[in-house]
């Protein structure tokens, strides 16, 4: 984009900023304009934001768009890097066109035989409450940026890969399809219920999916952002795989102190640490034998994970 071409704002060149003085403002992004792709070299708080069709925005590493009011998204917000969209409304999706959001997530995991657990930050189309991971989960080996065309993962299933692991060496990546599972009021290991890439999975809730064996492997999510206020009820005495539904981070002491009704004020992160990367057995392709450590967040610091555990003997 031309940063020279920037109209009305607060910050450097015109652009949009984090200054008060935006903070009412509408960001319209216009291909008619000379802001054919706009990009945000500086975080910007205005009061809504409206991408018009065949035009982008881009959001640079490290910076953010936070608005209050609506997103009528008519064109595409490429997030790049660490890069965030946040809605801060409460109310119900404030979220209009058929426009898509692009956000990368990126695996760490070397094991082929290990699972990541993911959730979607997204959904395939507007006024969706479910998302299929075909859908909406795509090869990001070539990191979102201004021109990054993300490609669709190959999935495999029992009759193609008869090993069921992942592959980072073809193009583009491919997934067997078989260890995408979600787990939602469970009690039992027989409570996971296998969803692939086309089984439909409630905004909100989270899946497993085991690594290529690449670190780290990047994905793109390419769809209608989720906002507002999304609600889930998880019945006493089980257990459910769920994660963070929105395109941005959250605020770790927060969410202690929203919920110190309910937690004992410490959050816990398995790492898995010292396994081999080409083992199944030994190190635990099923329930047994993971090796690794718990990191700890509290409303004052975080522990590292340096204490490696046998199981889950470290919680």
């Given at each position: 984009g031309n940063s020279n071409a920037w109209s009305g704002g607060a910050g450097a060149n015109n652009a949009p900023s984090a200054l008060a003085a935006d903070a009412a403002k509408v960001l319209v992004i216009d291909a008619e304009t000379s802001l054919t792709n706009a990009t945000l070299t500086s975080s910007a708080e205005v009061g809504c934001l409206w991408v018009k069709s065949n035009s982008v925005l881009v959001v640079n590493n490290n910076t953010y768009i936070s608005f209050p009011g609506k997103l009528i998204l008519d064109g595409e917000i490429k997030l790049v890097g660490s890069a965030q969209l946040i809605q801060t409304h409460d109310s119900p999706s404030n979220v209009e066109g058929n426009g898509k959001l692009y956000v990368d997530q990126k695996s760490y995991l070397p094991n082929v035989y290990r699972y990541n657990y993911w959730s979607s930050p997204v959904v395939n189309a507007l006024g969706n409450t479910t998302y299929k991971v075909g859908d909406v989960m795509k090869d990001g080996t070539q990191p979102t940026a201004e021109r990054s065309v993300p490609k669709n993962i190959t999935f495999k299933n029992y009759a193609q890969v008869s090993d069921l692991n992942g592959d980072y060496t073809t193009d583009p990546i491919s997934i067997a399809n078989y260890w995408i599972f979600g787990y939602f009021n469970g009690t039992t290991r027989d409570d996971w219920t296998q969803k692939?890439?086309?089984?439909?999975?409630?905004?909100?809730?989270?899946?497993?999916?085991?690594?290529?064996?690449?670190?780290?492997?990047?994905?793109?999510?390419?769809?209608?952002?989720?906002?507002?206020?999304?609600?889930?009820?998880?019945?006493?005495?089980?257990?459910?795989?769920?994660?963070?539904?929105?395109?941005?981070?959250?605020?770790?002491?927060?969410?202690?102190?929203?919920?110190?009704?309910?937690?004992?004020?410490?959050?816990?992160?398995?790492?898995h640490k010292g396994e081999s990367t080409t083992t199944s057995q030994v190190e635990g392709h099923g329930e047994f034998g993971y090796i690794g450590g718990y990191s700890q967040r509290n409303i004052a610091m975080g522990v590292a994970a340096n204490s490696v555990t046998a199981g889950t003997a470290g919680i």
């Open positions: 692939k890439e086309s089984g439909a999975i409630n905004i909100g809730e989270g899946y497993t999916m085991k690594s290529t064996g690449k670190v780290p492997q990047n994905y793109t999510f390419v769809g209608t952002p989720n906002d507002g206020t999304i609600t889930k009820t998880v019945s006493a005495g089980t257990t459910s795989l769920i994660g963070n539904p929105y395109p941005s981070t959250l605020n770790a002491s927060k969410f202690i102190t929203d919920n110190s009704n309910s937690l004992d004020g410490t959050l816990y992160f398995w790492e």
